[in-house]
């Protein structure tokens, strides 16, 4: 799990028309190697910063929000670029605009939030190998089990502010 050492860290997308910042530490870092964000990313996996949207700051530009479907089939909107298309962070239904699933490869130091977990390994492609010592999960996992008190506690914070459990799903899918 990362720390706050190091934060704030900014990013933004391929042609830097729009910059964002991350003021803290993500609550948690999933790698997903479902078949859907194989399909939406190109590639073999998504790499997430799970972070309340309150913490992530445009510092430059005007993104886009594009809906699109989701595996769920209650949708999800992705923030891009306008000018390149790059997808820098998205919002699924659970928590709405009130969590941000930022693109750890469009922070400008990546390698500061490896995953805490891979999830949907059951669909991963069968040259990844996953690292040693990181957990690693069939389908989605349980929060409870995987993330550190403190980010539990802000996910708390963020729910109330958000409204009452039957609104909220347990998977942000």
């Not at 190697?33 to 790499?47: K, P, S, V």
């Not at 991963?124 to 040693?132: D, S």
């Amino acid at each position: 799990m990362s720390t706050d050492d190091g934060f704030p860290a900014e990013g933004g997308c391929a042609c830097r028309s729009v910059r964002y910042r991350m003021a803290t530490a993500p609550l948690f870092v999933h790698c997903c190697h479902c078949r859907w964000c194989q399909r939406e990313t190109g590639t073999a996996f998504a790499l997430n910063a799970l972070i309340e949207s309150d913490r992530v700051a445009v510092l430059a530009g005007q993104p886009d929000r594009v809906a699109t479907p989701s595996n769920s089939g209650k949708g999800q909107t992705i923030v891009r670029c306008p000018q390149c298309r790059v997808a820098l962070w998205s919002h699924y239904a659970g928590a709405g605009p009130a969590l941000s699933f930022v693109r750890v490869g469009t922070l400008d130091n990546p390698d500061r939030l490896p995953p805490d977990i891979h999830i949907f390994t059951s669909s991963k492609q069968p040259w990844v190998v996953l690292p040693t010592g990181v957990p690693a999960v069939a389908e989605y996992y349980d929060r409870d089990r995987y993330w550190p008190a403190a980010s539990l506690g802000r996910r708390r914070a963020l729910l109330a502010a958000i409204g009452p459990p039957a609104s909220n799903p347990a998977t942000p899918r």
